[in-house]
């Protein structure tokens, strides 16, 4: 599968984001979709991840509350809606696709990534 993520951009702080990740190949629906960010000098981290339905999600801590993942399988493309945005959540979004049956937070269990879309968010 091949995944194009856009709508990253510059933002002040409270603003918001949506964050959409296109996919091509496999019926999209068969994969669990993820969203990470690595922001500059540190390690990619896990934000948000949806099962193959949209029933399931999980949260990093730090944007629960705040970001929102969703799917639409009928478009093939997943979204990470990100409000009241903060200047730590700066970094550089990659979108991902898993074919394991759940929805992991490490990255070594994504198997396909997307480019990533840059995210600065300003104080």
């Known amino acids: 599968v091949q995944l194009q993520a856009s709508g990253g951009g510059l933002v002040q702080a409270g603003g918001s984001l949506r964050l959409s990740c296109a996919a091509s190949?496999?019926?999209?629906?068969?994969?669990?979709m993820g969203w990470f960010r690595q922001a500059p000098g540190k390690e990619r981290e896990f934000v948000a991840g949806?099962?193959?339905?949209?029933?399931?999600?999980y949260y990093e801590d730090s944007v629960k509350g705040r970001f929102t993942i969703s799917r639409d399988n009928a478009k093939n493309t997943v979204y990470l809606q990100m409000n009241s945005l903060k200047p730590e959540d700066t970094a550089v979004y990659y979108c991902?696709?898993?074919?394991?049956?759940?929805?992991?937070?490490?990255?070594?269990?994504?198997?396909?990534w997307g480019q990533g879309t840059e995210v600065t968010v300003s104080s």
């Open positions: 190949g496999r019926p999209f629906s068969s994969y669990i």
């Open positions: 949806i099962n193959w339905d949209g029933g399931t999600t």
């Open positions: 991902a696709a898993s074919t394991r049956g759940y929805v992991g937070t490490q990255s070594i269990r994504y198997d396909y």
